[in-house]
């Protein structure tokens, strides 16, 4: 007699098998779990170990699943149906579908990423291309921010999503250690340029709260002391540090557009300046600075570093397609935001500074805002450079431990690396407020300062490019690197900017180096040694271990050899020489003087 088909979930095998009870023990996978899964955290574990325990009542089709039937053919709980453990294989691959509640969810990590274009750096971009520039280059910083930073936030979202690792991580473990330590020196350099900043330009906006009774280098303490308190929130959790940051951000917005809708802007010359693109004679340091204040290099590790709580558990094909989507959605609209930001301020001080003969920049604009549209326009000023201030110094914290921590890979306690950044940062910081609490001199170093952004951002933008399209890196086996547009568009950005800072140093040369050849020699060998670095990483330091290995090892083991011996003679001689001295000072009779001076002469 022929057995009843078994119907799906049910198991051929008799009851109280142990097939049975391992095909009973294989949770159902549907759409729900898949998208729940989805958007779980990444280092809660809690699905790893299900899945793990899941993974190890599996039976596989290699091992006999069930009795033989009358008729001799063998039937398995999994050969031949749709049961459970296929339907779970199936959907790895497959995409979930798109929610927006799944998108609210996802939201947070781009706040954390966006107030590295809201700091007092950039801040004081705005105010330069707006007093020296007007609305000219509104256009400018709409293509530098919704352009290219979203094009490289989004790459270096894409390596911490699909990898769970940030891109420095990556660097210390495919690069030879020089090159490692090269590139950690020059961002640690930017890291530190950064941080001025932001501690001078936070206790610039408390002094201006305070009308004056806090001078700089106390705002600085206190700005660094502060940093170190709501770093606490993280124990809380991701989401309490994202609130607390969309808060601080939501204040910045607010004050400044009260400043912008207060300040009668024209409409129609923001929307000339946002279309027609021009580029005056004296908007070349605004466009450099307003580059490098807008993508700066250490927020680009930053950026692959805090997506990885969104990363699912487990991080399947389907899975890691379905964050994708969120990040390329939720980095322009946080960039929009942050756009919106730049544009207020921009236009609050083209309207009031363009065509004047004012020295301004952030140490006055509080003053010289007061004294054009009333107090309350430096009040809200004040209240919207605090705001940006404390926010980056939390993030420039977190991006100094990431950088340390990947690309020289040591293993350092949490508070230990946190209470290192701070410091190395907060000394140069207080240096320059004590001295611009003099001399009034941080508003044109603060300028200058975003162009070292710039010059340092090619050593931000090549590793991610790098990286993101490491086919051996990015997934199984290359399934999420970089196509071949993303990449070439993001490599035209890298050339342009190394051009852009070209054209700046040569001008840089002839307008502010004295003349003479010493100091262009100087110059020039400063450039060469800049642009072999680029060229270096652009390479990329493991291809020239592996092609200058074969060629330079043997001679490179004959020179440390050659070394090694001529020190092995030196350190001889040397103790030879200690022991003949030493011999002679035993036999000094140290009361009589004559026997002291025979010894000497």
Request: aromatic share 10%.
């Amino acid at each position: 007699m022929k057995d009843p088909e078994p119907q799906e979930g049910s198991c051929s095998a008799p009851a109280g098998g142990p097939e049975c009870l391992e095909e009973s023990s294989v949770p159902a996978s549907t759409a729900a779990s898949v998208e729940l899964s989805t958007l779980s955290h990444a280092r809660s574990g809690l699905l790893d170990g299900l899945r793990s325990k899941t993974d190890g009542r599996k039976v596989t089709s290699s091992e006999p699943a069930g009795d033989e039937d009358e008729d001799g053919s063998s039937r398995s709980c999994e050969a031949g149906q749709a049961g459970p453990p296929a339907a779970a294989a199936e959907s790895a691959d497959d995409t979930p579908k798109w929610s927006w509640r799944g998108f609210a969810a996802f939201c947070g990590p781009g706040l954390l990423m966006s107030v590295a274009y809201l700091d007092p750096g950039n801040l004081e971009a705005d105010i330069q291309a707006g007093a020296q520039t007007g609305f000219a280059l509104l256009w400018w910083f709409a293509l530098v921010s919704l352009g290219c930073g979203t094009a490289f936030q989004c790459l270096s979202g894409r390596v911490g999503l699909v990898t769970g690792k940030d891109i420095a991580q990556h660097c210390g473990e495919q690069w030879p250690r020089p090159a490692r330590w090269l590139l950690w020196l020059l961002l640690e350099f930017s890291i530190v340029a950064v941080d001025i900043q932001e501690t001078v330009g936070c206790a610039q906006g408390l002094a201006m709260l305070s009308q004056g009774q806090v001078p700089l280098w106390a705002g600085c303490i206190i700005v660094s002391c502060s940093a170190f308190l709501l770093l606490l929130l993280e124990r809380r959790g991701a989401r309490w540090l994202e609130g607390l940051f969309g808060t601080i951000i939501g204040i910045e917005a607010v004050a400044m557009a009260v400043n912008f809708f207060r300040a009668g802007v024209p409409a129609k010359e923001v929307a000339l300046g946002l279309f027609r693109p021009t580029l005056p004679s004296n908007a070349i340091i605004p466009a450099v600075g307003a580059l490098g204040a807008l993508v700066m290099p250490y927020n680009l590790y930053f950026a692959s570093a805090i997506v990885q709580s969104r990363r699912p558990s487990p991080p399947t094909p389907g899975r890691i397609r379905g964050v994708l989507r969120f990040l390329r959605l939720e980095t322009p609209l946080v960039l929009l935001g942050a756009f919106f930001i730049n544009l207020c301020v921009i236009c609050v001080f083209a309207q009031g500074f363009y065509g004047t003969d004012e020295e301004i920049g952030l140490q006055a604009a509080g003053d010289l805002l007061a004294e054009r549209f009333g107090e309350q326009f430096k009040v809200f000023w004040a209240i919207g450079l605090l705001a940006a201030g404390q926010v980056s110094t939390i993030a420039l914290t977190y991006a100094g431990q990431l950088v340390m921590t990947g690309l020289l890979q040591l293993e350092v306690k949490g508070w230990a690396r946190m209470l290192c950044t701070r410091l190395v940062a907060l000394v140069p910081a207080l240096t320059v407020a004590l001295v611009s609490q003099k001399d009034n001199k941080f508003d044109s170093l603060n300028q200058m300062l975003n162009v070292v952004q710039s010059i340092q951002l090619p050593f931000a933008l090549i590793p991610a490019i790098h990286i993101a399209a490491h086919r051996g890196i990015m997934g199984p086996p290359g399934a999420f690197a970089t196509r071949t547009l993303l990449s070439v568009f993001c490599s035209f950005v890298a050339l342009a900017v190394v051009t852009i800072n070209a054209y700046f140093l040569v001008l840089f040369r002839q307008d502010y180096l004295p003349a003479g050849a010493g100091a262009s020699v100087g110059w020039g060998f400063l450039m060469a040694a800049y642009y072999a670095c680029i060229a270096y990483y652009a390479v990329g330091p493991d291809r020239w271990t592996a092609w200058l290995g074969p060629r330079l090892g043997p001679r490179l083991g004959a020179a440390r050899a050659s070394v090694a011996r001529s020190g092995t003679a030196a350190a001889a001689a040397a103790g030879s020489l200690a022991a003949r001295g030493i011999n002679r000072l035993k036999g000094i009779n140290w009361r009589d003087p004559e026997s002291m001076l025979e010894v000497h002469f």
